[in-house]
């Protein structure tokens, strides 16, 4: 699976837009983006995920630029609820030796204040 | 619908102990995986269980064993433990047929703490 490069923090304040940026740039043609989120002391929370489409849900939308070699997930009107550490993931969709696995890097802790 | 849960949500063991941690999933859902959550080393894959069966495994040493029932509840057990092994240990499952990401729901976890 291709590695990300995420900024390890960032800041956001309430009902603002969250922008947060992932670099793939080693990503291969098979490979989606994926974004998980973890809100202290649970598990990881699935967000969204796209191949080379801009994905919109009613959580965020995913913004992957033309050459998918980087991506950004939007959060558009941030609470303080969302405060969290954000993760993004490359992998592919098929089975194999992914089967359950997902190679979490550090992420970006993102703090949402009044 | 239940969410997976995760039994017991806290605990703490001897060093040499072993310890059994037990983790249900989303009723349908066949497959689980579980993970290590460490401060210096993030989330970390140990094993995926489907259908009773490992299909996939991390890189972690022997003492790190699972099992899956016929009733897709999984049970992960630490023999020997050290230290190190404490952490937050998260499962997660989902239906199994597809590895879309999106189909994976976690648990909050145990969290084991080795004295």
């Known amino acids: 699976d291709a590695k990300t490069t995420q900024p390890p923090s960032m800041d956001c304040a309430e009902g603002r837009a969250a922008n947060l940026p992932c670099n793939h740039s080693?990503?291969?043609?098979?490979?989606?983006v994926y974004w998980y989120r973890q809100i202290h002391s649970q598990g990881p929370q699935y967000i969204i995920h796209g191949l080379k489409n801009n994905e919109t849900n009613e959580m965020a939308s995913l913004i992957i630029t033309e050459d998918r070699k980087s991506s950004t997930l939007i959060l558009p009107h941030a609470t303080l609820r969302d405060t969290a550490v954000y993760y993004c993931?490359?992998?592919?969709?098929?089975?194999?030796?992914?089967?359950?696995?997902?190679?979490f890097g550090q992420g970006t802790i993102l703090t949402v204040h009044p | 619908k239940a969410g997976v849960t995760q039994t017991p949500r806290y605990l703490i063991k001897t060093r040499g102990q072993q310890v059994t941690l037990s983790c249900s999933p989303i009723s349908g859902h066949r497959s689980v995986s579980w993970y290590q959550q460490t401060p210096g080393q993030g989330l970390q894959f140990l094993f995926e269980y489907f259908s009773e069966t490992q299909r996939n495994k991390g890189n972690f040493p022997g003492r790190f064993s699972g099992r899956q029932f016929s009733n897709s509840r999984s049970e992960m057990n630490v023999s020997t433990l050290e230290l190190g092994d404490s952490a937050l240990y998260l499962c997660a499952s989902s239906l199994g047929f597809s590895t879309g990401v999106e189909g994976y729901t976690f648990g909050s976890g145990t969290r084991l703490t080795v004295v």
């Open positions: 993931i490359v992998r592919v969709e098929a089975g194999g030796t992914s089967y359950g696995k997902l190679t």
């Open positions: 080693t990503i291969s043609g098979n490979e989606y």
